[in-house]
């Protein structure tokens, strides 16, 4: 018996815990969930539709905790889901030294699986998890994070060097006046950008102590930059991915955590490539830092970095997984459950097949980010090529190239109907992707409730331009529709933009004023990735 025929015949069963909440939408929600018939062969074994998933997980924050029901499958769904069952392989594996429950087995995952073998065994005991077990994607998250082992992360946020503390630092020889350590400082920056290069860290070095070095900003970026025109790129990895004081009168504190783990990156890659002694902790310390700049990319625009993606693809990093695990990390754990946001955006630009059952799952989810991105990445999923497409229509909806994958009728209709949920809901967010996921499905019959949608009363208005009352005002409904239905050839003006007054109180009139609605979104959670043309509307 297959893992996903084993569920269908399995039932329901009863979430740990529960507590109340008001459901956005007022349907009963659906959970595609189960225990495995693998669940005895070891005590990390996973399965695809795991207990861990978070829309099993009351959210604890606030007054944002809900009660999820289960129901048994409906019968006319069972030709599909057992289609899928023998279809798609889905099986779990059974031992945590080869965790693959998603991805075929390639080559370059199976070495990385031997790269962090000691680290994927040892994260539970490491991070002193006391708590329910987790899946084998959270431990694959933890390990290749570095959550289980990386000294530099912080704890809130995971991914900030930010927390070290100069005054705690032994300063090498006497305590000097601060006025005297600042024109070192100076004299040591100075020679770095004069190029006297071995001048800086000779004058660094004969004053300061290592962690002063590496815990000041200036001093790191001076003898690190120094180091690495003196081509010793593993003495400036060991300060540049130290953690750092940024001082309390900082400004751009982001700025240089991000600047720092990226320089990180880039020396331990370089050093993993020349180095044959003890090459592969260089290496697993590339990917740690990788993986933090995809997560937490630390900058306004919060793109997309496709050539870290491009890097951890090539080294075998399978991140569906890591996006996964830290879906199904227990909100207890420390570190991952954060970039839960991230982690739905990535599914979201990645959407294949093969996470089907997975989207379909965190479509349940009353997290109204996690709901409404799995709700685009489903349509996308289902996108077919149309006779009539209007010429450069995706651009509006979507940054993904878009594919063509042979889904069945049932699973269609499936996605079509959370799209149907999603626009029916009462948060506008859903609205949105729900408008989205339409005009990917690119069905005819949806023109007429695009153009409804195109009256949605939801708006947003930014704060006042300084000195003037002069405000922006968007109707983010009303442009995804509008995005969608540009795939029928429909031109249509979604409306908004700059204006005070009785002009601005005339589009005002009769809306529904959403710039502060922030119900079933989690404020605890790293900001999303904007990967679609309409997040300037959401974030």
């Known amino acids: 018996m297959t893992h996903l025929t084993h569920w269908l015949f399995a039932g329901s069963f009863q979430l740990p815990e ?126 290749l994070t570095g959550l289980s082992w990386q000294s530099a992360w912080g704890k809130n946020p995971l991914f900030s060097m930010q927390w070290g ?33 071995k001048g800086a860290v000779m004058l660094a070095e004969a004053n300061f102590a290592p962690l002063e070095i590496a815990l000041n900003p200036t001093l790191k970026t001076s003898v690190g930059g120094a180091l690495k025109k003196m ?28 600047e720092f783990r990226l320089t990180a990156f880039d020396l331990a890659r370089r050093t993993a490539l020349r180095r044959e002694d003890n090459s592969e902790e260089y290496k697993r310390q590339a990917i740690a830092f990788a993986l933090s700049l995809l997560l937490q990319p630390d900058t ?36 991952l459950p954060q970039y839960a946001y991230v982690a739905s955006d990535l599914l979201l630009l990645r959407a294949t097949p093969r996470l089907l059952p997975y989207l379909m799952h965190l479509a349940q989810s009353n997290d109204v980010h996690i709901r409404s ?57 859903l609205r949105m992707a729900g408008a989205q996921a339409l005009g990917l499905l690119g069905d005819e019959k949806s023109v007429a409730l695009l153009q409804k949608l195109t009256k949605d009363p939801a ?36 409306g908004g933009g700059t204006s005070s007054g009785k002009d601005l109180d005339t589009q005002k009139r009769g809306g529904q004023d959403v710039t502060n609605d922030r119900r079933n979104f989690r404020k605890e959670m790293s900001l999303p990735l904007r990967i679609t043309p309409l997040d300037m509307y959401e974030f």
């Open 165 to 197: 503390d100069l005054k705690k630092a032994e300063p090498k020889g006497k305590r000097r006046k601060p006025q005297e350590t600042e024109k070192l400082i100076a004299s040591v920056q100075q020679r770095e950008y004069n190029g006297d290069a």
């Open 459 to 494: 708006y947003t208005l930014s704060p006042q331009i300084k000195g003037t009352n002069v405000r922006t005002i968007q109707f983010p409904v009303r442009a995804a529709a509008c995005a969608a239905a540009f795939r029928f050839d429909f031109k249509w003006n979604p």
């Open 300 to 335: 306004e625009n919060r793109l997309l970095d496709t050539e870290l993606v491009a890097y951890l693809e090539r080294e075998g990093v399978d991140l569906d997984r890591v996006a996964l695990g830290i879906l199904q990390a227990p909100s207890g754990l420390p570190g």
């Open 231 to 258: 081509q010793e790129p593993e003495r400036a990895f060991e300060i540049y991915a130290a953690p750092f004081d940024p001082g309390k009168k900082s400004t751009n504190a982001p700025e240089l955590n991000r």
């Open 18 to 143: 529960e507590s109340q909440c008001v459901n956005q939408s007022n349907r009963p929600r659906r959970i595609y969930s189960a225990k495995s018939e693998f669940d005895c062969c070891h005590d990390n074994s996973d399965y695809p539709f795991s207990e861990n998933l978070i829309l099993n997980k009351p959210f604890r924050t606030g007054d944002f905790t809900r009660t999820m029901t289960t129901k048994p499958k409906p019968l006319i769904l069972l030709p599909l889901l057992l289609s899928l069952s023998f279809s798609r392989n889905f099986a779990p594996s059974a031992c945590a030294n080869d965790v693959d429950t998603l991805s075929s087995v390639s080559k370059s995952s199976r070495d990385v699986i031997r790269l962090f073998r000691d680290e994927i065994q040892d994260a539970t005991t490491k991070m002193k998890w006391r708590g329910e077990r987790l899946s084998e994607d959270t431990i694959y998250a933890a390990a």
């Open 373 to 429: 991105r799995s709700v685009v990445a489903l349509a996308t999923v289902a996108y077919q090529r149309q006779r009539n497409d209007a010429p450069g229509w995706s651009k509006k909806l979507t940054l993904n190239e878009l594919r063509e994958y042979g889904l069945s009728s049932g699973e269609r209709k499936m996605i079509v109907q959370e799209a149907m949920e999603a626009v029916k809901s009462d948060n506008y967010r």
